[in-house]
């Protein structure tokens, strides 16, 4: 069964550094892109970027690139996005989700909650 | 980036209605165009790929049509448990856009 579970709710301070996480199983995580989508509290879905675990091939969306980092561990089947300075308008449920080909997305994480509050 | 605009942002129906919903791309995206359903609390759910692809496992209410900029997404019969927001995704080149949404609710 195929398996896309994400890290934990965070509550985080504006400048503070997060990294959270997306473990893939049940499927070849090497040869699945993989990608972050956002949805910010009563608003639509916003595709962020993907990347491809078997050769790190990372593309952004424009409005995203150098505002977040996608990047992926494949020896522990693990995606990760990460901020270096969070801002209040992160606040959001990030998702993340299997892209076969780089555009469908078939599954979906649980989604992982981003609070920025001071 | 290219923009994906989807009307309407809301509608309500009666159940055994049929619903549209469209969406227009600002340039042409051939047929790389999918529909999600999403419930409130839930991740987004693939019920329509490659523009009138039907996911397995989707009732056949469910059905989208269309190629190049205009695409349209159809339920045949509106029934409860149809209420959700509707969003299309266009695919080009690895990137990718969602529409705004379409919320549906019963009359």
């Known amino acids: 069964e195929v398996q896309l579970v994400q890290s934990g709710a965070e509550v985080k301070k504006p400048g503070e550094s997060l990294k959270i996480s997306c473990k893939g199983s049940g499927y070849s995580f090497t040869t699945y892109w993989i990608g972050w989508v956002r949805q910010m509290p009563g608003k639509g879905l916003e595709w962020m970027g993907i990347?491809?675990?078997?050769?790190?091939?990372?593309r952004y969306r424009p409005s995203f690139q150098g505002q977040v980092t996608i990047s992926a561990d494949k020896s522990i089947s693990t995606a990760y996005l990460q901020w270096s300075s969070l801002k209040a308008s992160d606040t959001a449920m990030y998702y993340c989700?299997?892209?076969?080909?780089?555009?469908?997305?078939?599954?979906w994480g649980q989604g992982t909650l981003v609070t920025v509050s001071s | 980036d290219i923009q994906m605009t989807q009307s309407p942002s809301s509608l309500s129906a009666s159940v055994g209605d049929r619903v549209t919903i469209t969406c227009q791309a600002s340039?042409?995206?051939?047929?790389?165009l999918n529909w999600y359903q999403q419930k409130p609390g839930k991740a987004p759910k693939l019920l329509i790929y490659?523009?009138?692809n039907l996911e397995t496992g989707v009732p056949s209410r469910f059905s989208g049509s269309g190629s190049g900029t205009d695409f349209t997404f159809t339920i045949s019969s509106l029934q409860p448990e149809d209420i959700a927001t509707y969003y299309c995704?266009?695919?080009?080149?690895?990137?990718?856009?969602f529409g705004g949404g379409t919320k549906v609710e019963i009359k």
């Open positions: 490659d523009a009138s």
């Open positions: 989700a299997r892209h076969p080909s780089g555009g469908t997305i078939d599954f």
């Open positions: 990347i491809y675990p078997g050769d790190s091939d990372t």
């Open positions: 995704q266009q695919y080009d080149n690895l990137l990718s856009t």
């Open positions: 340039q042409d995206i051939s047929n790389y």
